[in-house]
């Protein structure tokens, strides 16, 4: 999908999480923007989470079920009077559900200017072995 | 008959003669939502939105761009205005890669915005980290607070 002119980019407000989940800090909490897509041997993510930096970046996977958690430091120093807000800050979370195709111990992740990019590399498939047949 | 024509528009159809009126009922809730979400957050509609706070030295501009390093960014400064212009790039992925989704958007961005007061631009800085560009201006000295003293006579 290669353009030869960019577009302009669009401002879009960030989307809020819809399903209420228990949180034990009040804050804001927001859906990353998220591509996904597969090659052969691996499934690759890339999610916007600007502002998380990584040790404040927790992915846990259980059940088969992966979660983003991205924990964002308030920006702003304490002294600042706010003169225009366009958008809010807040922790970046999001759950998707893998199909057993997954390795799950070779997942690597890697986290720069604010994405973050998951490797999930695919089970191998069973090779198939070719069965020669002896004449005896 | 008249009555079926009538209640026809905007689409046909109806079962009940209330229906009608749940429809247009639902359409003043999703109305009324949109507008208190709207006053919320006031929104230029340009890419990048930007968050504007001031000390007493310094104007702070925040915006968020994930994906961009510090060499991307065109950013420049007259006395009372900021502008950033830049593009943001998708890193090009394998031809044979296959999406299930995508969020993401790539594309040109060019934005001034103009700051409350008079700045010094000679001692702007900007830093970009984690996706997040900070403008520090230094505000002109005319335009920071002074303190008077009142005389007693």
Known sequence: MADTESKALQAKDKAEVTTPAEQTRPGLVFTPAVDIFETEKEITLLADMPGVKAKDLTIDLHDNVLSL?????????????TVLREYRTGKY???????????????????????LRLRLPK?????????????S | MFWRRVSDWPASGLTSPFEELE????????LA????????????????????????????????LPGLKADGLDISVTGETLS???????SPEDENAQYHRQEREA????RIISLPGH?????VEAHCTDGVLRVTLPKAEEAKPKQIQVKAS
Do not use: C
């Open chain 1, 69 to 81: 958690d991205g924990d964002v430091e308030s920006p702003e120093g304490a002294d600042e009077v």
């Open chain 1, 93 to 115: 979370y999001r759950q998707f559900t893998l199909s057993q195709v997954i390795d799950q111990s070779k997942i690597d992740a890697e986290l720069k200017d604010g994405v």
């Open chain 1, 123 to 135: 089970v191998e498939a069973a090779t198939p072995r070719k069965i020669t047949v002896k004449s």
């Open chain 2, 23 to 30: 429809r247009m009922r639902r359409q003043m809730n999703r």
């Open chain 2, 33 to 64: 939502e949109g507008l208190t979400r709207a006053w919320e957050e006031p929104a230029a509609g340009v890419f990048p939105l930007m968050n504007v706070t001031e000390d007493k030295d310094n104007y702070h501009v925040r915006a968020e």
């Open chain 2, 84 to 90: 950033i212009a830049g593009e943001r790039k998708l």
């Open chain 2, 107 to 110: 594309g040109r961005f060019n």
């Open chain 2, 119 to 123: 700045i010094n631009t000679g001692k």
